[in-house]
Nanobody
Framework: QVQLVESGGGLVQAGGSLKLSCAAS????????MGWYRQALGKQRELVAS???????DYADSVKGRFTISRDNAKNTIYLQMNTLKPEDTAVYYC????????WGQGTQVTVSS
């Protein structure tokens, strides 16, 4: 089993930046991929960004060119650098680690004001 602890959320004005962190512990060796989902109030959860063991990344169309997912293997941590934030990015962001199941972080609120 994998435990995930998120940090870095907060309140930012439109056009600003935030960097989220997600530190993994437990059965790290079982992880095939990690990434971030987000869920805005009243909307379905959507995949924002992912990174696999070969460091191949993928992004939702809505965040391409603005968000960057990265990994620090030594720290068992992934990051989500979010630039040029828009009010539409307001959501709870959930880190995940996938092995045979999804392991979830606790969620961190990102609020982007107009």
């Amino acid at each position: 089993q994998v435990q995930l602890v998120e940090s870095g959320g907060g309140l930012v004005q439109a056009g600003g930046s935030l960097k989220l962190s997600c530190a993994a512990s437990g059965s790290i060796f079982t992880i095939n991929g990690m990434g971030w989902y987000r869920q805005a109030l009243g909307k379905q959860r959507e995949l924002v960004a992912s990174i696999n063991r070969r460091s191949m990344t993928d992004y939702a169309d809505s965040v391409k060119g603005r968000f960057t997912i990265s990994r620090d293997n030594a720290k068992n941590t992934i990051y989500l650098q979010m630039n040029t934030l828009k009010p539409e990015d307001t959501a709870v962001y959930y880190c995940y680690a996938y092995n045979s199941v999804y392991n979830w972080g606790q969620g961190t609120q990102v609020t982007v004001s107009s």
